[in-house]
Nanobody, 117 residues
Framework: QVQLVESGGGLVQPGGSLRLSCAAP????????MGWYRQAPGKQRELVGD???????NYADSVRGRFTITRDNAKNTVYLQMNSLEPEDTAVYYC???????????WGQGTQVTVSS
């Protein structure tokens, strides 16, 4: 199991911004598709977006244009920049590292994001 360490959650007002970070071991990070998922109370975990090793990104329709995923290969860290946050974005956010064509599929511990006035 690969250890992913997340940080950056918290409470923010509607319209505000937050940035989440997720660090992974170098040996895994360089070959992984890094993703962000979220799970709201009473709902299934859903993909927010992901970024491949070449920097290509994919986003859920609900966050496209507001959220941005980037990766810093020198720091083995992936970021989720969240702007124009809405109460509907309230959830526990999880980092994921997936190595294509392998059994490696690891999760972070989750970080709470609450959007409320």
């Amino acid at each position: 199991q690969v250890q992913l360490v997340e940080s950056g959650g918290g409470l923010v007002q509607p319209g505000g911004s937050l940035r989440l970070s997720c660090a992974a071991p170098r040996s895994i990070f360089s070959i992984s598709v890094m993703g962000w998922y979220r799970q709201a109370p009473g709902k299934q975990r859903e993909l927010v977006g992901d970024i491949d090793t070449g920097g290509g990104t994919n986003y859920a329709d609900s966050v496209r244009g507001r959220f941005t995923i980037t990766r810093d290969n020198a720091k083995n860290t992936v970021y989720l920049q969240m702007n124009s946050l809405e109460p509907e974005d309230t959830a526990v956010y999880y980092c994921n590292a997936r190595v294509p064509y392998s059994s490696i599929n690891s999760w972070g511990q989750g970080t709470q994001v609450t959007v409320s006035s």
